[in-house]
């Protein structure tokens, strides 16, 4: 609970997009692309994006439960950042705009071994 505590607090002074305490509840759901079961322990890592387009240097990871599930309560409205890493796919980002009290964020992460196939693929072509 302190590291959720203090998670929040950098959340809310690193994204200067913070306006009048409304935060929202953030649940991430990590599934994989070919087959839609879930992906354990993925890292999911939010950083809040400035008003310049840049994300702050200081953000948050979580890690998906067997569900492929995981949640942060008291994420500031604005624009948020998000990376999410499992070993064996593609990293996945995106920026998304938190603007309701409530959001859940579905991911679907490809598999690593279809990116590589592609680039053998290309690399033969200049053979």
Known sequence: M?????????????????SAEQLSVLSFVILKDHNGKP???ASVIMHP???NGK??????????DADGKTSFDGVPFGKLRVQVIAQGYQT?????SVDKT??????????????RAVFDLQGSRGR
Request: charged fraction near 30%; proline fraction near 0%; glycine fraction near 8%.
């Open 102 to 115: 409530e959001m859940e964020i579905v991911v679907k992460m490809k598999d690593e071994a279809a990116r």
């Open 49 to 51: 994006v400035k008003s």
């Open 55 to 64: 994300q702050a240097k200081t953000g948050l990871e979580l890690k998906t």
């Open 39 to 41: 992906i354990r322990n």
């Open 2 to 18: 302190r590291v959720a505590a203090r998670g929040l607090a950098v959340l809310v002074m690193l994204s200067g997009m913070a």
């Open 92 to 96: 996945y980002g995106d920026d998304y």
